[in-house]
Each structure stands twice: as C-alpha cells, then as structure tokens.
C-alpha cells in the first residue's frame, strides 16, 4: 500500500492530499530514508512524520486497505512522539 494511503486509512493524517503533500515536502522518513508519497509500506516499517517540530514515530503492526474508525490505531504502534 503507498505511504500517503496508509496514514490517511490509519487516520495518522485525516486526508490523503495532505498525506501526499507531507511526504513530498520531506516530512515524512521510513528507517530514517526520507520517501516519497509512493513508498510501499510493509509491516515492521517505522515511520517518522514530522509535525511542525515534533516528530512522531511509529512502526506498522498491519496494512490493511478498509478499516473502522475504531480499528485504525491497531495498525501501527507509538515508538515515540508526543
């Protein structure tokens, strides 16, 4: 599944266009590579998206195409952020 998909399902970003915008902007890193909105997301990754200043990571549990609301955040894990 491509990046900006992944963290608009995981309701990380609430819209795809934003997604695609932070990725291309450099915001976004997979195990510390900066990638494009293409990048192909596995489980296991550990993504760093920067908001503002502060950096939130987390690492993919599960890629999924559709799901509920409340099953979004079992997707990924927190690693660290604030």
Not at 33 to 60: C, N, T
């Amino acid at each position: 599944m491509r990046l900006d998909k992944f963290l608009k399902v995981s309701r990380i970003i609430k819209r795809r266009t934003v997604a695609n915008e932070a990725c291309d902007g450099g915001r976004v890193s997979v195990g510390g590579r900066v990638v494009k909105a293409s990048y192909d997301v596995k489980e296991g990754d550990e993504i760093q998206i920067m908001f503002g200043e502060k950096p939130l990571k987390i690492r993919v549990l599960s890629v999924k195409d559709n799901v509920r609301k409340d099953e979004a955040a079992g997707l990924y894990e927190v690693v660290t952020g604030d």
